[in-house]
């Protein structure tokens, strides 16, 4: 699926603050049907606490978050709750229950959201746990015995459990090692274009921004400082994105994707 100009999220005026602590101030960002938009930033400058506060777990001190032409913050709860069923999210360190399965978790949704019985929502979640990539005997394992790469593919599966329009991805491949960390973006290449997905990633990864963003957002001085093409961002006069864009890491990811190697 080929990103649109339709925005199907709209960011005006953001501002979210923590006592005297202001992380965001008038921050505007646009998110567009069918793209891959890639959120990177210093330390401290509010990519999780953005991510949060769109999918309505923080309630921002001023400003709107318009979602399918919506104000998701002016909206009755249930409403509101109703327009949240269309997003999927990944939390960082996957969020899974520890004390269910797999399949469990990824049932959950389906029985407390869509109202399915336990065991249509658990044939369901089997769907759900091969669209992710995991053999079907993860399902039965608990959390703590899986690895990093599989923890994050069953949160993913869980994700996807009430078929999202938008997925929310909190740095989905910190941990992985550089085989698992490239599987899994080819994943949500595969996943975007086949259920025509917007995805709204917040990473640090610049092998990923590479590999899948169709714009890169960068969160600088409180804002959004540029939201553009990878290529147009990386030439943005910023201390952070030179540093950033074309330190040793930055023109090794870069050289690595124009400059792929021939068995690739």
């Known amino acids: 699926m080929k990103p649109t100009s339709d925005p199907v999220i709209e960011i005006r005026g953001l501002s979210n603050r923590f006592g005297r602590q202001v992380v965001h101030e008038h921050l505007d960002l646009d998110i567009h ?4 938009l890639s959120v990177v930033g210093g330390s401290g ?4 606490v953005l991510l949060r506060t769109i999918v309505g777990l923080n309630r921002p001190a001023a400003g709107s978050v318009r979602v399918f032409g919506e104000d998701l913050l002016a909206l009755p709860a249930e409403r509101r709750s109703r ?6 999210v990944l939390f960082q360190q996957g969020a899974l229950f520890s004390s269910l399965t797999v399949i469990e978790n990824i049932a959950l949704p389906l029985i407390e959201h869509a109202g399915l019985s336990r065991a249509s929502a658990e044939r369901l979640a089997e769907v759900k746990l091969a669209l992710a990539g995991l053999p079907a005997l993860a399902g039965d394992k608990y959390p703590a015995s899986l690895s990093g ?5 069953a949160a993913l599966a869980r994700a996807l459990a009430l078929d999202p329009d938008i997925l929310f991805l909190d740095e989905p491949t910190a941990g992985l090692d550089p085989i698992g960390a490239a599987a899994f973006d080819q994943l949500i290449l595969t996943l975007r274009d086949a259920l025509g ?10 092998d990923t921004l590479y590999t899948i963003s169709d714009r890169v957002a960068v969160l600088s001085q409180k804002r959004v400082l540029v939201a553009d093409r990878l290529d147009v961002v990386a030439q943005t006069d910023d201390p952070w994105i030179r540093e950033y864009f074309h330190g040793p890491r930055g023109r090794a990811a870069r050289q690595t994707h124009e400059h792929p190697r021939e068995d690739d």
């Open 83 to 88: 327009l949240e069923r269309r997003f999927g």
């Open 197 to 206: 997905l917007s995805v709204f990633l917040v990473t640090h990864d610049l």
């Open 33 to 36: 049907r069918g793209e891959i």
């Open 149 to 153: 790469g599989m923890i994050k593919r």
């Open 45 to 48: 400058s509010g990519k999780s």
